[in-house]
C-alpha cells in the first residue's frame, strides 16, 4: 500500500489543532502517539455519529456503533487469521459481560433450529450472536437477522431463549461503546510497556497508519 503522504491530515490533537501525518510521524513519545490515535477517532467518529443518537436513527446509530466496536478491536487486539469475529468480540465483552456469556442449551437448540442451513459451530458466545446475526448482515446488507433493536422493550440488553432472539438498546449499546473507548484508551495510555492494549495500540499507530 502506498504510503500517505505527510501533508495528510490525520486529525486533531488534544489542543483541537489539526496534525498532519506529518507531525504524527515527527511524535517519538508514545503516549502521545496514543492520544492522537484518540483524538483521531473522537473526531471523525465518536463525534460524528453523535448526532445519530439525538434523531434516534437506531439502525444507523447501532451499525456504527458496530463499526466503532470493530475499530477498537484492530487497535488493541492482534488479528486472528482463523477467526474472523475475534477482534469485535473482545471488544463487545468489554462492553458487557453479558456477550461473553455461552449460550444457554435452549438458547442453542432454538437457534440451530432456526438456522438449521447454517454453520454455527463457532458460535460459542452472545458477542458471536450479534457479529453473526447484526454485525454482518446489517453492513452486507442492512438486515438484522437474529438481533433486533428496541427503544421500549429493554433498557440494555434482552435475551428471548425462547425465540433465540437478542434484543438492543441502540442508546445503551452507543454509550457503552463510548465508556469502554475512554477506558481502553486511558488502560493503553497509562500501561507499561509490555501491556497488550498499549502495545497493539502502537503498533496499529505505526505500522496500520502511519507506514
Same mark, same amino acid.
Given at each position: 500500500?502506498k504510503?500517505?503522504?505527510?501533508?495528510?491530515?490525520?486529525?486533531?490533537?488534544?489542543?483541537?489543532?489539526?496534525?498532519?501525518?506529518?507531525?504524527?510521524?515527527?511524535?517519538?513519545?508514545?503516549?502521545?502517539?496514543?492520544?492522537?490515535?484518540r483524538?483521531?477517532?473522537?473526531?471523525?467518529?465518536n463525534?460524528?455519529?453523535?448526532?445519530?443518537?439525538?434523531?434516534?436513527?437506531?439502525?444507523?446509530?447501532t451499525?456504527?456503533?458496530?463499526?466503532?466496536?470493530?475499530?477498537?478491536?484492530?487497535v488493541f487486539y492482534?488479528?486472528?487469521?482463523?477467526?474472523?469475529?475475534?477482534?469485535?468480540?473482545?471488544?463487545?465483552k468489554?462492553?458487557?459481560?453479558?456477550?461473553?456469556?455461552?449460550?444457554? $442449551?435452549?438458547?442453542?437448540?432454538?437457534l440451530? &433450529?432456526?438456522?438449521? =442451513?447454517?454453520?454455527?459451530? #463457532?458460535?460459542?458466545? %452472545?458477542? !458471536?450472536?450479534?457479529?453473526?446475526?447484526?454485525?454482518?448482515?446489517m453492513?452486507?446488507?442492512?438486515?438484522?437477522?437474529?438481533?433486533?433493536?428496541?427503544?421500549?422493550?429493554?433498557?440494555?440488553?434482552?435475551i428471548?431463549?425462547?425465540?433465540s432472539?437478542?434484543?438492543?438498546?441502540?442508546?445503551?449499546?452507543?454509550?457503552?461503546?463510548?465508556?469502554?473507548?475512554? $477506558?481502553?484508551f486511558?488502560?493503553?495510555?497509562? &500501561?507499561?510497556?509490555? =501491556?497488550p492494549?498499549?502495545? #497493539?495500540?502502537?503498533? %496499529?499507530i !505505526?505500522?496500520?497508519?502511519?507506514?
Amino acid at each position: 500500500m502506498k504510503r500517505l503522504p505527510d501533508e495528510g491530515i490525520f486529525g486533531r490533537n488534544s489542543k483541537n489543532d489539526v496534525v498532519t501525518y506529518g507531525d504524527v510521524r515527527k511524535i517519538t513519545d508514545d503516549t502521545e502517539l496514543i492520544d492522537v490515535l484518540r483524538c483521531r477517532l473522537e473526531t471523525y467518529l465518536n463525534n460524528q455519529v453523535q448526532p445519530l443518537q439525538a434523531h434516534r436513527s437506531a439502525f444507523p446509530l447501532t451499525v456504527m456503533t458496530c463499526i466503532g466496536i470493530e475499530t477498537l478491536g484492530q487497535v488493541f487486539y492482534a488479528e486472528k487469521k482463523d477467526d474472523t469475529s475475534y477482534q469485535f468480540v473482545s471488544i463487545i465483552k468489554r462492553i458487557d459481560q453479558i456477550f461473553g456469556r455461552k449460550l444457554t $442449551k435452549k438458547y442453542e437448540k432454538k437457534l440451530t &433450529g432456526l438456522w438449521s =442451513n447454517k454453520d454455527l459451530k #463457532n458460535i460459542d458466545c %452472545y458477542g !458471536k450472536v450479534v457479529y453473526r446475526f447484526f454485525r454482518n448482515t446489517m453492513i452486507h446488507g442492512f438486515q438484522g437477522k437474529g438481533v433486533f433493536l428496541s427503544y421500549e422493550m429493554t433498557e440494555t440488553i434482552m435475551i428471548d431463549e425462547d425465540t433465540s432472539y437478542v434484543v438492543i438498546n441502540p442508546n445503551w449499546f452507543w454509550e457503552s461503546y463510548q465508556k469502554a473507548f475512554v $477506558k481502553l484508551f486511558s488502560a493503553a495510555k497509562e &500501561g507499561q510497556t509490555n =501491556n497488550p492494549l498499549r502495545a #497493539n495500540s502502537l503498533i %496499529y499507530i !505505526k505500522k496500520f497508519l502511519l507506514e
